[in-house]
């Protein structure tokens, strides 16, 4: 199919496209937690920790262009507002790749909170917090991939002109809102999980 062709299809049916790359996108996820997916290659404990502070550095620099989009269509600098929510997606898209293969490849953490450590003495209250912000993270960042990819595929199949009669400016606010919370949640569990206290491998 040509290019025109999908672009055309994407255009008269961005739900559809976007239930399809919504789809792929949790196969994918859930096919790594699994272990369905045997295409990563392994990685050593050195580089899954390598991975873990690529993908918060990745995470990070997505926060910093999603806000800056956000700010840049409150402005009304429209084509600002494009380049960075498209570097922000591709950031994601990078993001997504280092930890499908970080959990396919490697393992994943639980917390462990050492005496000594800050807080250490409110463990319990400490570790239900950072759990619940883990859930949190988890569950907008399910939330976030098919409203994240609705505005996307709006984005790159109509002209800005054409966008105000779309569904893309609500749907781009509930995009950001559940988008950089996610984000900020993400680095923030992992600041407590690598710098703060301590982890064993799950």
Not at 11 to 32: D, E, I, K, N, Q
Not at 37 to 62: H, K, Q, W
Not at 91 to 117: R, T
Request: with cysteine; glycine share 6%; charged share 10%.
């Amino acid at each position: 199919m040509a290019t025109a062709d999908v672009t055309g299809y994407a255009r008269a049916h961005p739900r559809r496209v976007t239930t399809v790359l919504s789809v792929v996108g949790y196969a994918l996820v859930v096919g790594a937690f699994e272990g369905l997916l045997p295409i990563f290659p392994a990685l050593s404990r050195e580089t899954v920790l390598l991975f873990s502070d690529a993908i918060a550095v990745v995470n990070s620099v997505a926060l910093t262009v999603l806000l800056a989009g956000a700010y840049f269509i409150r402005r009304g600098d429209v084509r600002r507002h494009r380049a960075a929510m498209l570097t922000a997606f591709a950031l994601i898209c990078v993001f997504l790749v280092l930890y499908l293969w970080k959990v396919g490849g490697g393992f994943e953490k639980s917390i462990v909170i050492e005496e000594g450590q800050f807080l250490a003495a409110y463990a319990g209250t400490v570790e239900l917090a950072y759990l619940a912000m883990l859930a949190v993270h988890i569950l907008l960042s399910v939330v976030a991939v098919p409203v994240v990819l609705h505005a996307v595929v709006l984005g790159l199949t109509h002209d800005p002109s054409e966008l105000a009669d779309t569904s893309h400016p609500t749907v781009g606010r509930v995009a950001v809102a559940a988008w950089s919370t996610s984000l900020f949640l993400g680095v923030v569990t992992y600041w407590m999980l690598n710098h703060v206290y301590s982890w064993v491998p799950r």
